[in-house]
């Protein structure tokens, strides 16, 4: 398995969002290559009908195939809906998502009250965590909070602006005992989180729940890389590699070459 | 001309932004009939390569053709800069973009002062405005405001966030005689800024501009509505139409049905 193990992992998303994602890959396994594909041409996909989104995922989990990585982590919520068993059951490589892991640590630090969701309008409108939640036994509020991503590329995280921005949009909630980062911008958010909720409500990143998950599972399956081996990290976008540096220097989003790509649409059997 | 003057005007945008301007021309033309298609599936525009957006811009005005328009106005700031030349040259009926009327009528309102641009990422980058008004001899100052949208689109225009963030944008501007609002959505914010820039600042609304623009080009071209003609509005989207209809609602959009509609990429000498 030593060859395979030390193969680069692809993890990717509509856009810079899940820089997060890897960002907390990185701290969680540092001696892993990444190949990270941001599909910055076609953010972002909260807004489209789900086989669009389910067509993009197979295109790029194509790409990144192409390149040679051994698993496929979706830091995307959306496309994680969408596509993950999907995908899992089509790919040739382990693929996780970040759904599914936020929702187990909601559960597991939740102590029996309201979990709360954050997240985009097509992630809350779409129900991702709510029916994950709500299946399980939880109950769920849930938020759309469409201002909290240009906030975050902003970076005025720290704002008065943000905020007050918080406070609009949890000024009708109920008492609630954990909340779901559901959006990977959002962990810039987390201290102003953190305040406008109070001290008693436990939050929980998506990007480092997964995070974790893809650690304990390429131990358990043989496919870390050897602790030798120097970590690394290459970008791949399909628009624009200026506005994508930037907005990845404010997400702290590791730094790597950058190179941009098209993405070629699959033929399908309808086409 | 009297049968191709009653039939309908075709309105695009990437989005829902264009509606601003569709709300305008039908103040400034009541009894014309309106087509206006919304991108929805694949908004926004200003982060996708010229090539991309010109492209798309084709694809939508041959949607608009086939359904027999008499003109096109390109209600979209990104595809005014990206497409007008090459639209007007290749289509058969007269095509109008939003960037030349609000260009001309902050040139002509202005009294030799700086001219201030506020837009999308994509509008301020790409100089669709500065480029125009410097070759006209004018001063400019220009400012990407991402966080304007999605606050027009949560309906809160008029709100102390709106006044903060306005606040946060504006801080940096040296003296200003005239501002444009170089994006679609801005009209709504149109209080709440000249709030921000003190009395004593014009403001240019783009979508006003551009309905003066249409109107009087209609009727000099013999090809405005009859008088006795009741104006109409339909609309098709690429994406989701309840989500459409929710934010038309929040933008004032013109009422009218609602079809969903794929659009077919074009057969190009190089594909």
């Given at each position: 398995m030593l060859s395979l193990a030390r193969k680069p992992l692809g993890v990717f998303d509509?856009?810079?969002?899940g820089l997060t994602v890897l960002s907390a890959l990185r701290r969680a396994l540092p001696n892993e290559s990444y190949l990270y594909l941001g599909d910055t041409a076609r953010?972002?996909?909260?807004?489209?009908p789900q086989e669009m989104v389910r067509d993009f995922a197979a295109q790029i989990s194509d790409a990144l195939l192409q390149r040679g990585v051994k698993g496929i982590v979706i830091a995307c919520n959306t496309a994680s809906a969408a596509s993950l068993p999907a995908l899992a059951d089509a790919l040739p490589v382990p693929v996780w998502g970040v759904v599914e892991p936020g929702v187990e640590a909601a559960l597991l630090r939740g102590r029996g009250g309201r979990i709360g969701v954050l997240g985009t309008v097509g992630t809350i409108r779409a129900r991702v965590y709510q029916d994950r939640l709500e299946r399980a036994g939880a109950a769920t509020w849930a938020k759309a909070c469409p201002l909290f991503v240009p906030i975050v590329e902003e970076g005025i995280s720290d704002s008065t602006i943000a905020r007050l921005v918080a406070d609009y949009y949890l000024a009708?909630?109920?008492?609630?005992?954990t909340v779901i980062l559901?959006?990977?911008?959002y962990p810039a958010l987390r201290a102003t989180l953190q305040q406008a909720l109070g001290p008693d409500v436990g939050m929980v990143d998506s990007a480092e729940s997964t995070a974790a998950v893809v650690a304990r599972d390429l131990r358990v399956m043989g496919?870390?890389?050897?602790?030798?081996q120097a970590g690394s990290v290459r970008h791949l976008v399909t628009g624009d590699v200026d506005s994508y540096r930037h907005t990845a220097r404010i997400l702290h989003g590791p730094d790597g070459p950058i190179e941009r790509i098209d993405l070629a649409p699959r033929i399908t059997a309808a086409g």
């Open positions: 509509s856009g810079v969002g953010v972002p996909y909260g807004s489209k009708d909630r109920p008492g609630l005992d559901g959006c990977t911008h496919l870390a890389a050897p602790p030798g």
